[in-house]
């Protein structure tokens, strides 16, 4: 089992910047890739981004590309998503995730772990 938990959340301007942290505790996090994911009302869970194991590869997805930077920190055990020039369009609730394969998915059935989420309000 592995227990993930997000935060950095929160109401912020068009324009603006959040960083969102997944704290991951219970086996061991560098045998995972993690991904975020996030949700709006009335819409299907999308993809956001995934980094490999070692952080040496990640994936965006297109509407986040450029203004999105995922990371991870193998020795605390977290990973991040540095969020900039933020949109309205971003509201939603970010999920992190945990992949016990060894390639890169963009695809939310290949994850068995999932955070609570959090939220992220963008106003205009």
């Known amino acids: 089992q592995v227990q993930l938990v997000e935060s950095g959340g929160g109401l912020v301007q068009a324009g603006g910047s959040l960083r969102l942290s997944c704290a991951a505790s219970g086996r061991t996090f560098s045998n995972y890739v993690m991904g975020w994911f996030r949700q709006s009302p009335g819409k299907e869970r999308e993809f956001v981004a995934a980094?490999?194991?070692?952080?040496?590869?990640?994936y965006y997805a297109d509407s986040v590309k450029g203004r999105f930077t995922i990371s991870r920190d193998n020795a605390k055990n977290t990973v991040f998503l540095q969020m900039n020039s933020l949109k309205p369009e971003d509201t939603a609730v970010y999920y992190c995730?945990?992949?016990?394969?060894?390639?890169?998915?963009?695809?939310?059935?290949?994850?068995?772990?999932w955070g609570q989420g959090t939220q992220v309000t963008v106003s205009s």
């Open positions: 980094i490999s194991r070692t952080g040496a590869i990640a």
């Open positions: 995730a945990a992949d016990p394969g060894t390639r890169v998915s963009m695809t939310s059935t290949a994850y068995d772990y």
